[in-house]
């Protein structure tokens, strides 16, 4: 407390923070950026282990003898998917009958607020399939879900054929103590979305579906199985869910030992694990995978069909088989007992997983960062913005100088601080650029039709292109507002401004970053040195180009090469460009088909927060 | 003496002159502003109450606590028209008074809870009373202070504005506008200590002590405000705080008499409406005992939750003369300063009391305006306003994360309360600090010089 109450002491501190305030926030940048890389450097990091008790060892004998089967009947699911050209219900129905199951279906449709020109879609009408397998040895309390996507064309049949042989197997069990659920979902993540409002009775986005007839108890855990191929090279685990949202790590410890006790190679972000992490090729594939993960969360949309079993509080992930030109192929019935010997583990669990932890980053499958260190790499940026407004608060604050002639000099000073005029100053931009952001939140989809009668644009070109024009005619707006009102800006004007906008921007990023770490320091990477460097008396037109690069539509620009640049897939510029238009299009379709946040915490927040730097740097 | 404005010196000739006379120059000039406020903080409320935001914000921890939940109310109310106990089932923890008040005006409950207006005007009119008596004060007792302290003392210009901004502090204050919008009953406690000070102020022996009881049958913690009304009208009445006078012990039982005669009135009258005395355990107990550990904003849930069932007597009674107990030392440091007191108080009812909610927060927020005098003492007040700032956009997040997302858990709520409240704790003895402070000054000077000549500074330690 002698920091709080010496007033010696706190003068030392605030007069060593005020006039290295450059270099200090220069240095937290570096080593924020530092620490974050130095995440992926396998010493720093831990090595993942198993937490949870029941599921300790992988002492279960995996017995799935049907693979070929298997295969067998997704080739045949295959042969019926074409000949109705859709999900074959009626086949699916009668098969999952003669396995055992109680069969239900669940019809459901939708229709986009645009169409969506990556998948085609825009009137979505579908129905799920699914069969309970009822837990014999309980009292039918839990259940557990394996599910796979009916996709149109070749993809996936294999996958509904193991899911279907499993069930078959699994039916002939005695030891399962939790309701199984086998369900393919038509649509994707529509189907799923409409299956699991049905499954809770809930309905967030507006969606026609009809209401389940059978149900299991509350669901433990859930897999999604993606698999194309016969015979795969590499089993991949999907973890990033909706709004970044990850399932507790445990899930991904279980997938882990159980590749490893099968011998499976394993992969995540599609990258193998490799020993040589004290070479510079090894640290780079590390950082290289983590980096992957980081930009996935931030996206904020499923990157499988687990990703929204984890808004009702379900752990989940997707498994994806991989079949590329490696050597070492691993056929159906080392998939089958991989998914049996995961479920006989998840069929053990007394409550559901949280003993492992739920915010980490993933370097490689056998170790990962924990909340606790890649906060830091946050918080030193975040101190940042504190550090300025510090900065800020010292200058407005420093007592004017005082005369023997105490009232009168006291009230002029009162009155060039009264509040009137400062209030006004700060809430107009504050109230415009809002306005602004509820604009770009609103407009995109309202304005679509007109915007198709009067360009030669599609509905989804139009969305997009509406965003960006939005998005664009703000930086027009709101510097030229303040003066309608409050006439001439004033030097103290700006500073309230800025210190309003820095702790309103650091608010909203360590909120983000607690929701969506990846998504937090993303946006903290570019936002911190532009609201950290902003006055209206740097030079205007190298200012405000380097305000635009680091807004936050760039941020989305660069990460979409970036990303490309990740995943070794490199795109020319014009490419780049218009999958950066379908990036947008389709995270507003996320947000609108299932409750995605990114969309709208950019619109409405993140964007108008920028609006107010934007707004100091042309303070007249 | 001579730089002493003028009217002053005329205030001082007319004392103690009346009030009012000030209050209805201040009503005329101020009106079209306050109307202004009134209407914008109605619109601002009215808008809520139809928006599909205002059922979310009555399910918020923060906002409604058990007792003062408006749900639980009108389950209460169902009760009470099914002809049984309201208090049986564990539901309803509200006093019956507040039960039978409803039940006859439950179609207009959202006009009811408007009452933060009321609240505000008798705020306004209280800072308009207190910034007259001040004045008078100042007045009277300019002569002993040394000169260079005359910028200590606020000019009756800088004044003028307390009553609006303590109207804006109220009505505009988010905390306040949450809890109107979700229906908590917490308004009416609000409004019921506001009358309280607000009769005190004015000197009305009699209706103070009925606010307080009112105030006190409605959450008990009121209790404690007790000792800074009797300290004020023994001021106004220029009764010494002697405790050998008998004029002093005269004027305590006076109060105490009318104080616990009401409060036996309106037990019995509790008891007559209900016909049993169900509501004692269920409205008293409750309190005292904490038996409903939801989480809130305050720091009984997590330490009651963790604890081992035979402590719990123990702690419980810790943490309960904890709020009582701040009184006697506060009492006796403040004596001089009552209405400062009272601030006080209310400010460690609110955060120590057993079921916080973010409107008691904003009943004591409401008087930062009219200590305004001591800014220029405060040392914390960027630190706090972060901190404040920070934990309230965090409670929802974290709750976010905790009950839907499941990711983060208790802790990580309790954490942020914990900080909520150290952040509120700093706040108040901040300005505790900042107002004894200013006395000092006023006594030694505002330039404080050591014995060898140089500047000397105050330290607290």
Redesign the interface.
């Known amino acids: 407390m002698g920091l709080l109450s010496d007033p010696n002491r706190r003068r030392a501190l605030i007069n060593l923070l005020t006039r290295l305030n450059a270099p200090i926030c220069v240095v937290c940048y570096m080593a924020g950026v530092a620490w974050f890389m130095g995440l992926a450097f396998e010493p720093f990091t831990l090595r993942t282990y198993m937490s949870e008790n029941a599921m300790g060892s992988t002492m279960v004998e995996e017995r799935f003898p049907s693979g070929e089967r298997a295969v067998a009947t997704g080739r045949e699911f295959a042969a019926h998917k074409k000949k109705v050209s859709g999900m074959p219900v009626e086949w699916l129905v009668k098969t999952m009958q003669a396995r055992g199951l109680e069969v239900y279906t669940q019809r459901f449709s939708r229709t986009l607020p645009f169409p969506d020109e990556n998948k085609e879609r825009y009137m979505v009408k579908g129905t799920n399939v699914y069969g309970i397998l009822r837990a014999p040895r309980a009292p039918r309390t839990e259940a557990l879900v394996l599910s796979a996507p009916c996709t149109p064309g070749d993809n996936n049949n294999q996958a509904v054929g193991l899911l279907l042989g499993l069930a078959q197997y699994f039916r002939n069990q005695i030891y399962w103590a939790k309701d199984i659920i086998f369900l393919v979902n038509d649509h994707d993540l529509i189907g799923m979305q409409a299956w699991l409002e049905g499954y809770h009775h809930t309905n967030t986005t507006g969606m026609d579906w009809s209401p389940l007839q059978g149900r299991g108890g509350s669901i433990q855990a859930a897999l999604s199985l993606e698999l194309s191929s016969d015979v795969v090279t590499s089993m991949d685990l999907v973890l990033e869910g909706l709004n970044g949202q990850l399932p507790n790590l445990d899930l991904a410890n279980l997938f882990y030992a159980f590749c490893q006790k099968i011998g499976v190679l394993c992969t995540i972000q599609g990258k193998l694990q490799r020993n040589d992490w004290d070479s510079v090729s090894g640290y780079s594939h590390a950082v290289q995978t983590m980096m992957l993960m980081v930009m996935k969360q931030a996206s904020g949309r499923p990157w499988g069909d687990h990703g929204l079993f984890l808004r009702y509080h379900i752990e989940a992930a997707t498994i994806k088989g991989i079949n590329s030109f490696r050597q070492y192929k691993t056929d159906a019935t080392t998939i089958g007992r991989l998914l049996e010997g995961m479920y006989r583990k998840l069929n053990n669990l007394l409550e559901r997983l949280h003993q492992s932890y739920f915010f980490y980053l993933m370097p490689s499958l056998s170790h990962f960062v924990s909340i606790g260190y890649y906060m830091p790499a946050f918080g030193l940026l975040a101190v940042i913005l504190l550090l300025r407004a510090l900065d800020l608060w010292v200058q407005l604050a420093t007592p004017p100088p005082t005369t023997e002639d105490g009232i009168a000099d006291i009230e002029q000073v009162r009155h060039a601080h009264s509040s009137s005029p400062g209030v006004l100053s700060v809430l107009t931009p504050l109230v415009i650029s809002h306005l602004t952001g509820a604009a770009l939140y609103m407009l995109p989809i309202r304005f679509q039709e007109m915007a198709v009668e009067h360009f030669p644009v599609s509905e989804t070109e139009a969305v997009v292109l509406t965003a960006i024009a939005v998005y664009t005619a703000g930086l027009a707006l709101p510097h030229n507002t303040h003066r309608l009102l409050s006439g001439e800006g004033t030097e103290q004007g700006w500073r309230v401004l800025k210190l309003v906008a820095l702790l309103y921007l650091a608010v909203l990023l360590g909120c983000t970053a607690l929701i969506n770490f990846s998504l937090g320091f993303i946006l903290a990477l570019t936002l911190v040195p532009a609201a950290a460097f902003v006055t209206p008396h740097v030079p205007k037109v190298l200012s405000a180009f380097v305000l635009v690069i680091l807004s936050p539509a760039c941020t989305l620009l660069f990460s979409v090469f970036f990303f490309q640049e990740l995943q070794e897939m490199p795109v020319s510029f014009l490419d780049g460009w218009l999958l950066y238009l379908s990036v947008i299009s389709q995270g507003i379709l996320d947000h609108f088909l299932y409750g995605s946040l990114v969309y709208p915490l950019i619109a409405l927040l993140v964007y108008p927060c920028w609006l107010l730097f934007w707004n100091i740097l042309f303070w007249k | 003496m001579s ?1 002493l404005p003028g009217f002053l010196i005329d205030d001082r000739l007319h004392f103690p002159s009346c009030p009012s006379q000030g209050g209805q120059r201040f009503l005329v000039e101020m009106a079209a502003p306050l109307t202004l406020l009134l209407v914008l903080a109605v619109t601002i409320r009215a808008a809520l109450f139809r928006s599909s935001l205002a059922e979310l914000i009555a399910e918020r921890v923060e906002v409604v606590s058990p007792i003062t939940a408006w749900k639980r109310v009108v389950e209460g109310l169902a009760l009470l028209d099914l002809g049984v106990s309201p208090y049986s089932g564990d539901v309803f923890h509200e006093t019956p008074l507040i039960i039978y008040l409803f039940h006859f005006v439950v179609d207009y409950a959202e006009i009811t809870f408007m009452l933060d207006i009321k609240t505000t005007l008798t705020f306004t009119d209280l800072s308009l009373m207190l910034f007259q008596f001040r004045k008078q004060k100042f007045a009277l007792e300019a002569d002993r202070y040394p000169l ?1 302290c ?2 200590l003392i606020r ?1 009756p ?2 004044m003028y504005y307390i009553p609006l901004k303590v109207a804006m502090f109220y009505l505009l204050n988010p905390f306040t506008i949450l809890s109107c919008v979700a229906k908590s009953t917490c308004g009416l406690n609000n409004a019921v200590v506001a009358l309280f000070i607000f009769s005190t102020i004015k000197g009305n022996t009699l209706l103070s002590a009925i606010f307080l009881c009112l105030a006190t049958y409605q959450s008990i913690y009121p209790l404690t405000l007790c000792a800074p009304a009797m300290l004020y009208l023994m001021q106004r009445q220029y009764i010494p705080v002697n405790f050998r006078r008998a004029s002093f012990w005269w004027f305590i039982a006076q109060y105490l008499f009318m104080y616990l005669g009401s409060l036996f009135v309106l037990i019995c009258l509790s008891f007559f409406l209900l016909g049993s005395w169900d509501y004692m355990p269920s409205v008293y107990g409750f309190i005292l005992s904490v038996p409903d550990l939801t989480p809130n904003i305050g720091l009984f849930w997590y330490f009651f939750a963790e604890m081992f069932e035979h402590f719990r007597l123990f702690f419980l009674c810790v943490f309960q003369i904890n709020v009582f107990f701040y009184t006697i030392p506060l009492s006796v440091k403040l004596k001089e300063h009552p209405v400062f007191l009272i601030f006080m108080q209310l400010a460690v009812i609110s955060i120590f009391k057993s079921y916080p909610t973010v409107g008691d927060i904003a009943l004591y927020m409401a008087f930062l305006p009219v200590w305004s005098h001591l800014y ?1 003492f405060l ?2 007040t ?1 630190l706090v306003s ?1 901190v404040l ?2 934990c309230s ?2 409670f929802p ?2 709750w ?2 905790w009950i ?5 858990n208790s802790n990580f709520y309790y954490a942020i309360t914990l900080l909520f409240n150290v952040a509120q704790i ?1 706040l108040v003895s901040d300005y505790f600090y900042a107002f004894l402070r200013r006395e000092h000054h006023l006594t030694y000077g505002l330039y404080l010089k050591r014995k060898d000549g140089s500047e000397a ?5």
Do not use: I, P, Q, W
């Open positions: 730089g260079d005359l910028e000019s210009k800088e220029r040392r914390n960027f972060c700032l920070a956009t965090l997040v974290l976010h994360l839907y997302a499941g990711s983060a700093l500074t105050l330290v607290l330690k």
